[in-house]
Nanobody
Framework: QLILTESGGGLVQPGGSLRLACSASNENVRYYALAWIRQAPGKEPEGISC????????NYLNSVKGRFVITRDNTKNMMYLNMNNLKQEDTAIYYC?????????????????????WGQGTQVTVFS
């Protein structure tokens, strides 16, 4: 069973930066697309960025495009999210998730129903 573990969350002021990391428990993660999904207080989860199994293609929610960058290192079973120019509306629990339920294995999309393995989440709080 593949397990995902997030790290790197914390408190930051608006305009600041954070780097989130997602560690996978085994090398099979390299066969799957991965995504970062967040859930703000009182709101439904939303997919904010995904990356294909190879790492060659990415996709972003419009609200984070140009500020967040998703990458992965399949040699280390790791995925990252570099978050810059953070805003208060970025406050949420951030989850990494593996796309094991959607069509076209390895492809990237932000349809939450396609992600069947999630980590426990890491809290990001942007405050002034």
């Amino acid at each position: 069973q593949l397990i995902l573990t997030e790290s790197g969350g914390g408190l930051v002021q608006p305009g600041g930066s954070l780097r989130l990391a997602c560690s996978a428990s085994n090398e099979n993660v390299r066969y799957y697309a991965l995504a970062w999904i967040r859930q703000a207080p009182g709101k439904e989860p939303e997919g904010i960025s995904c990356i294909t199994s190879s790492g060659e293609s990415t996709n972003y929610l419009n609200s984070v495009k140009g500020r967040f960058v998703i990458t992965r290192d399949n040699t280390k079973n790791m995925m990252y999210l570099n978050m810059n120019n953070l805003k208060q509306e970025d406050t949420a629990i951030y989850y990494c998730a593996l796309r094991n339920l959607g069509p076209v294995s390895g492809a990237c999309d932000l349809t939450l129903a396609h992600f069947g393995v999630w980590g426990q989440g890491t809290q990001v709080t942007v405050f002034s």
